[in-house]
C-alpha cells in the first residue's frame, strides 16, 4: 500500500492512502499541539486494533456474540533498550464460553498481521527519487532470478521472464503495482492482489502452483484488464477524455443511429443482430457510450474480426460492457498463449453454467489418475485435515471439453463451493481448479459459502450464474453431488504447442455451431486478445441492452453530479425522472452514474432512495418525504451519523405535518435527544435554508472527488499509451 505523507502547520503530518487520511502530530513536550496521536502511538494502536478484528472473525464465524469481550494490550519498555518492547495482550471473556473457544480466541491472535510483521522484521529500504509521481518501480517482492529459467505448461516463456516483461510493461506506463497480500494457506496452492499504487480501484488476483506462477497470472491479468478497459467499465471518463480524437482506442468508429432510433448499417453483422435482438426492440439508440456520456457522438464501436472468414465487425463499446464483463480476455507472451487462455475461460463458464443450470452429476476423478499429480493431492489432503470434503469431478461432459471441477464442503455451516478450471492441459485445468476455489481465501472465509438446494428455481435463475462468474459464490443443486453421475469419467487430453492448442478450441466452438470474433491489442507491448462469442460467452442476458444499461447513467450523470445548481423545475423532472426509471430504490448513486465517490461520505452511500428523498426536502414536498424517510429508516445501512440526521429528520416531520402537534413544543428536548448540530441540519432542511445535507457540491469536471480522478488519472495513463502507439512512438 503506498501512503503519501504531507506536512501540516507544526509538527502535525498527513498521511493518504486509499480513500483514508491520518492526522498525526506530537505532544504539546516534544513542541507538538497535542492535536492528534503520534506516529507510534497508531502503531502500538494498530496491533491492539488487529488482534480484536481476528477475534471479531472468529466468534463471528460461530455466532459468538462479542458484547461482553474485551481485549486490551500493554507494551512494557525494557529499561536498558527502549527499542526492545513487549506486547502483552489480554483478553477478558465471558464465563459461557468453551474451552475450545477460548483457546481458539487466543489462537485467532495468533493470526493478528501486524504481530506478524513485526516478529518477522520488516526491511527498511531508504531512497531519494526525483519524483514520487514519475517513480514506476514496481512494488514487488518477487524479483526474477537472471539465471533461473522456470517453465510450466501454458507458458510459452519462463516464469522469470514473463514477471520481468510484465513488469516493465506497467512501469513504462507510470503504474506503481504493489502487491497488497499474499495466500498460501495449503501446499502448491498460491494466490495473491495486486493493485495500482495510485489507483487502488484498478486490482487483480492472481493464483498458481507457486507464488512466481501466481504473480505471473496476477500480472497477467492486470495487463488484460487495462487493455480491455475492464477497469473503467460503466465509469465516466471525464471532459477530457470525452472530447478527445478517440475514447476508447485509435481505431475505434462512430455510428450515428437511423432517423427512428436504428441500429444503422455497418454496426454488428447479422449473425448477432439475430441474437442480440431477436424480438427488434434494440435501437441505436440504446447503445451510447456510458464512459464518455456523449450521446450526440453516436455509437463508439470497436473493430472485431469474425474468424469464420476474416471480416471485420464493429461491436458497440456499450454491449461488449454490458454483457460480457471480464469473460474472453487474456495476455499472453505470446497471441497463441493468450488465445488458448481466453478462449479456455470462455468454455470453462460456459460448461460451467450448463452444469450448474442443468443440475448435473459429474462423475469423479479416479484416484489412479490423481496418483499421477502428487502436489495436488497434497493440497487437497491439507483442506480435508481443515475439515473440508474435497470431490475432484471431470467437467468434459464425456470428454467434449477441457474442463476440470473441484468442489469444497463445508460441515460445519453446510456450504458447498465449487470451483471450475479449464486448459487443453488435464493437469493444469485440474490445478486450475484447485488454485481458482482457494483464491484469496483464508480458511475462515470458507465458513460463508451457500448451502447446496434442490429448489430448482433457484439454481437456474440468471442471476445466480452472474454470482457464479464474478466469485463462485451462486447455489448449486444437490443432484451435483449425486453419486449416479450424468457422463462417465474421460481421461482427455487437448494438449500440444499452444498455437496448435489455440487451433483445437477454435475447432471445437466451430463444431458447436459458434462463431467467435476478436480483436487483438498489442499497444502496451505484450499480445492481449479479447474473443467474444455471440450467444455462447455472454455473462448477462441479451435484454439487458434493452432493460437494464448502463448507460441509464447517461440520463442522471450530469443533473446528479450539479444537483446543487438545479433550478426547482429541473429538480422537480430530475426526481420524475428517476421515478420513471423504475430502478431499485436502494440502488448507490456511485453504480447508477458511474462515478466512484469515497465510500466514506454521504456521496458514497447515497442511494436512489435518499436522493429522491432530498430532492422531496429541497422542493418543501415534505409528504412526499416523510413517506421516503420511513422506507429510509425500515432499510437504512447507511452511518449511524446518517440514520440519526433521519430519526431527527422523521420527528420533526411528524411534528411539522400533523394538525394537532406544534413542533415548538418538542424542539427543547429533540434537542435534548439528537443535538444541536443534527437538528438545525434537521430544521434546516425542512424550512429550505439547508439543501442536500452531507452531499459536498461537484460536476461534471468532478472538483472534490479524489477517488474518480485517481481512476480518470490511471485511465489517461492508459489513453496516452494507445497515442503514442497509435503515432508509432
Request: with cysteine.
Amino acid at each position: 500500500m503506498e501512503i503519501k505523507v504531507n506536512y501540516l502547520d507544526n509538527l502535525r503530518l498527513e498521511a493518504k492512502f486509499d480513500d483514508f487520511t491520518v492526522i498525526s502530530d506530537q505532544p504539546i513536550r516534544y513542541k507538538g499541539d497535542g492535536s492528534a496521536p503520534g506516529p507510534f502511538d497508531y502503531f502500538l494502536a494498530s496491533s491492539a486494533m488487529c488482534a480484536a478484528y481476528f477475534v471479531k472473525v472468529y466468534c463471528n464465524t460461530r455466532n459468538i456474540p462479542t458484547d461482553n469481550i474485551r481485549l486490551s494490550q500493554n507494551n512494557i519498555v525494557d529499561p536498558e533498550d527502549r527499542y526492545k518492547q513487549i506486547f502483552r495482550i489480554q483478553v477478558e471473556l465471558p464465563e459461557d464460553i468453551s474451552d475450545k473457544d477460548r483457546q481458539g480466541i487466543v489462537r485467532s491472535i495468533e493470526r493478528c498481521t501486524v504481530k506478524k510483521v513485526v516478529q518477522a522484521g520488516p526491511d527498511f529500504q531508504i531512497e531519494l527519487v526525483d519524483n514520487l509521481d514519475d517513480d514506476t518501480q514496481a512494488l514487488l517482492t518477487v524479483q526474477p532470478d537472471g539465471a533461473s529459467q522456470t517453465f510450466i505448461e501454458g507458458k510459452d516463456l519462463p516464469l522469470e521472464q514473463t514477471i520481468a516483461n510484465l513488469s516493465a510493461r506497467l512501469a513504462s506506463l507510470g503504474m506503481k503495482i504493489e502487491i497488497a497480500s499474499w495466500r498460501n494457506i495449503v501446499p502448491h496452492v498460491w494466490s495473491l492482489h495486486i493493485r495500482d499504487a495510485a489507483s487502488p480501484m484498478c486490482f487483480t488476483n492472481g493464483k498458481g502452483a507457486t507464488k512466481e506462477a501466481a504473480l505471473c497470472s496476477a500480472l497477467g491479468e492486470f495487463i488484460e484488464r487495462l487493455s480491455c478497459n475492464f477497469f473503467y467499465n460503466d465509469q465516466y471518463f471525464g471532459q477530457d477524455i470525452a472530447g478527445s480524437e478517440f475514447v476508447h482506442y485509435p481505431n475505434e468508429k462512430w455510428f450515428q443511429p437511423g432517423p427512428n432510433g436504428e441500429i444503422p448499417a455497418g454496426v454488428l453483422d447479422d449473425h448477432c443482430l439475430a441474437i442480440y435482438n431477436p424480438d427488434g426492440e434494440l435501437l441505436g439508440t440504446h447503445l451510447f457510450d456510458t464512459n464518455s456520456g456523449t450521446p450526440e457522438r453516436g455509437i463508439c464501436t470497436i473493430p472485431y474480426t469474425r474468424q469464420s472468414d476474416g471480416e471485420v465487425v464493429y461491436f458497440p463499446s456499450n454491449l461488449i460492457e454490458n454483457l460480457y464483463l471480464s469473460n474472453g480476455m487474456s495476455a499472453g507472451n505470446t497471441l497463441p498463449e493468450a488465445q488458448v487462455q481466453c478462449l479456455s475461460e470462455i468454455f470453462e463458464r460456459a460448461v460451467k453454467k450448463d452444469i450448474i443450470e442443468n443440475e448435473m452429476a459429474l462423475p469423479a476423478v479416479p484416484e489412479a489418475v490423481l496418483a499421477r499429480y502428487p502436489h495436488i493431492q497434497e493440497g487437497v489432503r491439507a483442506l480435508e485435515a481443515q475439515g473440508f470434503p474435497v470431490l475432484i469431478k471431470d467437467a468434459s461432459l464425456g470428454g467434449r471439453f477441457p474442463v476440470m471441477c473441484v468442489a469444497l464442503m463445508n460441515p460445519r455451516t453446510g456450504g458447498v463451493f465449487t470451483s471450475f478450471g479449464a486448459h487443453p492441459n488435464f493437469q493444469v485445468a485440474l490445478e486450475r481448479s484447485l488454485t481458482e476455489l482457494l483464491q484469496g481465501r483464508s480458511f475462515e472465509g470458507l465458513s460463508d459459502l451457500p448451502a447446496p438446494t434442490f429448489n430448482s428455481l433457484a439454481v437456474t435463475e440468471p442471476n445466480n450464474f452472474v454470482e457464479h462468474f464474478i466469485d463462485s459464490s451462486g447455489v448449486v443443486s444437490w443432484r451435483f453431488f449425486s453419486a449416479r453421475s450424468d457422463y462417465a469419467f474421460c481421461d482427455w487430453d487437448f494438449s500440444g504447442t499452444t498455437a496448435e492448442e489455440a487451433a483445437t478450441l477454435f475447432s471445437l466452438l466451430n463444431e458447436l455451431g459458434h462463431d467467435a470474433y476478436m480483436t487483438v491489442f498489442e499497444h502496451l507491448g505484450a499480445p492481449v486478445c479479447r474473443i467474444l462469442v455471440p450467444g455462447y460467452s455472454e455473462v448477462y442476458p441479451v435484454e439487458d441492452l434493452v432493460w437494464d444499461n448502463t448507460n441509464i447513467a447517461l440520463r442522471f450523470r450530469e443533473d446528479i453530479l450539479n444537483l446543487h445548481r438545479l433550478s426547482d423545475e429541473a429538480l422537480a423532472a430530475l426526481v420524475e425522472r428517476l421515478e420513471e426509471s423504475e430502478q431499485d430504490d436502494y440502488l448507490k448513486i456511485i453504480t447508477l452514474i458511474g462515478i466512484e465517490f469515497d465510500e466514506n461520505t454521504v456521496w458514497g452511500q447515497l442511494t436512489i432512495l435518499e436522493l429522491r428523498l432530498l430532492i422531496y426536502l429541497a422542493l418543501g414536498e415534505l409528504e412526499q418525504a416523510r413517506e421516503l424517510v420511513e422506507a429510509y429508516l425500515q432499510f437504512n445501512d447507511n452511518t449511524v451519523e446518517r440514520g440519526r440526521f433521519y430519526q431527527a429528520m422523521q420527528v420533526v416531520l411528524e411534528a411539522t405535518l400533523e394538525d394537532d402537534l406544534t413542533l415548538e413544543d418538542y424542539l427543547p428536548n429533540f434537542r435534548r435527544m439528537f443535538g444541536d448540530t443534527v437538528l438545525d441540519a434537521v430544521l434546516g432542511s425542512v424550512e429550505g435554508s439547508v439543501r442536500f445535507y452531507g452531499l459536498t457540491p461537484t460536476s461534471l469536471a468532478l472538483e472534490g472527488l479524489d477517488r474518480h480522478q485517481r481512476l480518470v488519472d490511471s485511465y489517461k495513463k492508459l489513453h496516452a499509451a494507445r497515442q503514442r502507439a497509435a503515432a508509432g512512438h
